[in-house]
């Protein structure tokens, strides 16, 4: 048996660019996504439980401890499709903002996948976490992944990519609670007028080139959420004042990120940033 501890950080992630090409039958909307993980990272830590149940604990006040939590949800998907007889006990620090277009729900229950594959010694492939991860969530089969890559269908289609070149992200999240769903039921797909770049994005990672990185930053969900919320908007006006080289919403947001490549100037925008918004970070690119 493995030791007693299993540990497993779970970083948030960024959207470098978002398209949504239709909404389907099945509600979901097509998307063409390119995602990175930045080093702002919840941290898992998973013990056998000595009996067959599930329970979690966490710092936050501010997620679910129950059923509702993505990583115990994704502790009795395991447990039910393998017939797990074990139990388990995670303690989750919490330290990515909630409801923040981070995907912190979902890399704590990517954490879960991978800290449970080896807990309870199941044996499974990245693709067979990857696959068990969509059940969960759109978002979860790229955090089981990490790096970056370019995820198509809901997002659970994945291709590894290059990373951005090792930068600075200045993360900004208001006080505002965004509903995914709700920004995606506000978008109308037939009248996006720009639509961001996959394969420019692409290009740009593949060259190691930050300047077309910035130039390429695109999100169809932004106009959508900074309509709902013009504070978004002004972070966003102030970012950019700031000096950041690029300046993007991410995923369904609130969040805004500012990619920056010298440390100075990002601990400038930070700095500048306090006076409008309490939740401010300066984290790397991982990779
Ligand atoms: C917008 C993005 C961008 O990375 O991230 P967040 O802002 O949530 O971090 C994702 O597409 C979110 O992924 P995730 O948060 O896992 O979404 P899910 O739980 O699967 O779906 C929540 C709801 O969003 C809508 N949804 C989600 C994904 C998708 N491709 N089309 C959709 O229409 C659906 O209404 C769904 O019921
Ligand atoms: N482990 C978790 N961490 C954060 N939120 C969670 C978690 N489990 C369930 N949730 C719920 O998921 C919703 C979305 O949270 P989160 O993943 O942080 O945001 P986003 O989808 O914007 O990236 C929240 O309303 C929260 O109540």
Request: glycine share 10%; net charge neutral.
């Amino acid at each position: 048996m493995e030791s007693l501890y299993i540990y497993e950080k779970a970083p948030a992630k960024i959207n470098l660019m978002l398209d949504v090409l239709h909404k389907r039958n099945d509600g979901f909307h097509e998307v063409e996504m390119i995602m990175t993980m930045v080093d702002l990272a919840d941290r898992l830590t998973l013990s056998n439980s000595g009996t067959g149940r599930i329970s979690l604990s966490s710092q936050s006040g501010y997620i679910p401890l129950d059923d509702k939590n993505l990583a115990v949800k994704a502790a009795r998907l395991l447990k039910q499709r393998f017939g797990v007889n074990r139990g388990v006990h995670m303690h989750l620090e919490k330290r990515i903002p909630v409801a923040a277009g981070l995907a912190g729900g979902s890399s704590d229950a990517a954490a879960a996948l991978r800290g449970l594959n080896r807990l309870w010694e199941l044996g499974l492939s990245m693709t067979e976490l990857e696959e068990l991860g969509a059940e969960l969530g759109s978002d979860v089969p790229f955090c089981v992944r990490g790096g970056t890559a370019l995820a198509t269908g809901r997002g659970e289609k994945l291709e590894t990519i290059p990373n951005p070149p090792r930068c600075w992200v200045v993360l900004a999240k208001p006080p505002i609670n965004v509903s995914t769903a709700d920004v995606y039921g506000g978008l109308k797909a037939a009248e996006i007028a720009v639509h961001p770049s996959a394969s420019g994005m692409r290009e740009a990672l593949e060259q190691g080139s930050f300047n077309r990185v910035c130039a390429g930053l695109g999100n169809v969900l932004e106009d959508v959420t900074l309509n709902l919320y013009p504070d978004v908007r002004r972070l966003k006006e102030i970012m950019e004042q700031l000096g950041s080289d690029g300046v993007l919403m991410s995923g369904s947001g609130p969040t805004v990120f500012g990619l920056v490549a010298k440390e100075e100037k990002a601990k400038r925008i930070c700095n500048g940033l306090r006076g409008f918004c309490e939740e401010v970070y300066a984290v790397r690119t991982l990779g």
